[in-house]
């Protein structure tokens, strides 16, 4: 992507005025002063262009910016004259990763470890893009790596524990957390991770610990939100509902003033998509083209997890987890047209469908290498079910959706990334809620035969019918893999559920009666959205 560049050379030397500009953006970037050292550093350049050690901190920087194409433009021109130096092939691996190239970013996170075998950063970086792309088992050997030479690298044992969770090593999972939070007593995400495995019941020291935490002055936003989201499990723990209802409020007020969510705007993206979807698309040209993929399409804390769980017990299908690829390929087309999505879907021919379409396949080839089919949960493809049908014709698409009141409470007591701006107000999470209903009632009415109607309550309360029905309507044979599914090994990346998918199907997961008056508001809309009768 970036290999135009042109490499700096070794050895160049400096003007006084470019020495004392860069000796000031070095001290600004200790100072945490991006944006300053950003502007001296252009200066520096500017006078002499290819200076490695100017170029090398303009990379830097630019990562702390979330600028990682120019990062990795600026590790791969330094890299071209010092190409066994450690830091840089870590640092473009990390920029690679952020712009969506792991294999090029594992590539060069290897080496790293390769070329400093004592490095506890190499190891980390490798073993937290192993762990994120489901290399899990090599991800734990890593990050083990990287504990045993720096026993108080914090985010390798936090980074350790995720993963040993996703494997379902649930014990070694709390062990490792436990440590975290016994090495640093107010540790925010030693503490949320506990807490997002599910399974851990806090005591009243665990709760007096975490209020400590939380009373610290100056405590920073994300901090204060998961140790809040913490203490709120552990209020639930020592039963008090209604004060922990407050606690997941505070923190998720603490949250909406971060991240970026326009209610309004997605309601009326839902109405557009409805109007451009309602005329037919063209008929495929390959009306086989996509009977790899199995969609599941819900909102958070629904039991999507669950159910690609049971369908990845099935010898025939692989479980993708949450992958990007179908909202990238409608992004780059977006992209393409230079209009936004759905506006340009009517100007769409069979030709660019299906164009479309095997890009998804050849993006999504990795998870067919074991097996012929595979699952795709992206919790954002409800709203793209109708391209996902015109790209794919012969794909399979499972809406999963739970009680609506307790689908917004779930995902009010989960303190998700900063892409879940809707669930941080329980006024918008009701909407969203109502929309993802509204919108996929249309696509089930529109799309009978490739989209299927799976809910969480009915799944439940009579496992072996449903897995039946569903095998059924992905085509597949029945296994009786997908009644034990809890037996099954695997890595699964959604925390929260991780450890709830390795136990048989619980009957009593329903919890908004204990909130008491606290969910009247939230039940009155969805009354009055008619989501729920009164």
């Not at 979330?66 to 890299?79: I, P, Q, S, T, Y």
């Not at 070694?172 to 506990?194: H, I, T």
């Not at 692989?318 to 340009?344: C, Y």
């Not at 035969?449 to 085509?475: H, I």
Request: hydrophobic share 40%; net charge neutral.
């Amino acid at each position: 992507m970036h290999s135009m560049s042109q490499p700096v050379q070794a050895r160049q030397p400096l003007s006084s005025m470019a020495t004392r500009m860069l000796a000031r953006a070095r001290s600004e970037w200790q100072q945490r002063q991006f944006d300053a050292a950003e502007r001296s550093l252009t200066n520096v350049l500017a006078l002499a262009p290819d200076h490695p050690e100017a170029v090398r901190l303009m990379g830097m920087v630019a990562q702390r910016r979330g600028n990682h194409a120019k990062a990795a433009d600026c590790f791969r021109k330094v890299l071209a004259a010092f190409p066994n130096d450690d830091e840089l092939h870590v640092g473009l691996g990390i920029a690679l990763f952020e712009l969506a190239e792991p294999e090029q970013a594992l590539t060069h996170f290897r080496l790293a470890s390769t070329l400093a075998p004592d490095s506890a950063s190499a190891w980390f970086n490798l073993g937290e893009a192993l762990g994120r792309h489901a290399l899990s088992q090599e991800a734990i050997a890593a990050l083990r790596r990287a504990v045993e030479l720096d026993p108080s690298h914090v985010a390798a044992r936090l980074s350790l524990a995720r993963v040993q969770a996703s494997l379902g090593h649930i014990d070694a999972a709390v062990k490792g957390y436990r440590e975290v939070v016994r090495r640093d007593p107010a540790n925010a995400e030693g503490w949320f991770g506990l807490s997002n495995l599910n399974t851990v019941r806090f005591d009243a020291a665990d709760a007096a610990r975490m209020q400590h935490a939380l009373a610290r002055p100056g405590l920073a936003g994300r901090d204060y939100e998961l140790l809040a989201f913490g203490y709120a499990k552990a209020l639930e723990n020592q039963g008090e509902y209604p004060q922990a209802y407050d606690v997941f409020a505070r923190a998720n007020a603490s949250r909406r003033r971060r991240v970026k969510w326009d209610a309004a705007g997605e309601h009326r993206r839902v109405a557009a998509i409805m109007d451009v979807f309602a005329k037919e698309p063209p008929p495929p040209l390959d009306p086989q083209l996509g009977r790899e993929a199995i969609l599941i399409v819900s909102i958070p804390r629904s039991g999507s997890t669950l159910v690609e769980h049971i369908l990845a017990s099935h010898p025939e299908v692989e479980g993708a987890n949450e992958i990007k690829d179908m909202q990238q390929v409608v992004d780059a087309e977006t992209h393409r047209r230079q209009s936004a999505f759905p506006l340009w879907v009517p100007d769409a021919g069979a030709e660019d469908w299906q164009r479309l379409g095997r890009e998804y396949i050849a993006r999504t080839a990795r998870w067919r290498e074991r097996k012929p089919r595979f699952t795709d949960k992206s919790l954002i493809t409800w709203y793209l079910v109708g391209a996902a049908v015109a790209m794919l014709p012969a794909a399979r698409i499972v809406v999963v959706r739970r009680d609506p009141v307790e689908t917004c409470l779930g995902c009010f007591r989960q303190c998700f990334s900063e892409n879940s701006g809707f669930a941080c107000d329980m006024d918008e999470m009701a909407g969203y809620c109502i929309d993802f209903l509204r919108l996929t009632r249309f696509w089930l009415d529109k799309y009978p035969d490739r989209v299927m109607d799976l809910e969480y309550e009915s799944l439940v309360a009579d496992p072996e019918t449903e897995v039946r029905r569903l095998l059924d309507f992905c085509g597949l044979p029945f296994d009786r893999a997908c009644i034990d599914f809890h037996k099954t090994a695997r890595t699964v990346q959604s925390l929260p559920s991780a450890a709830q998918v390795r136990q048989p199907i619980r009957r009593d997961t329903a919890r908004s009666a204990r909130y008491g008056d606290k969910l009247d508001r939230l039940r009155q809309r969805l009354q009055d959205a008619g989501v729920i009768a009164k």
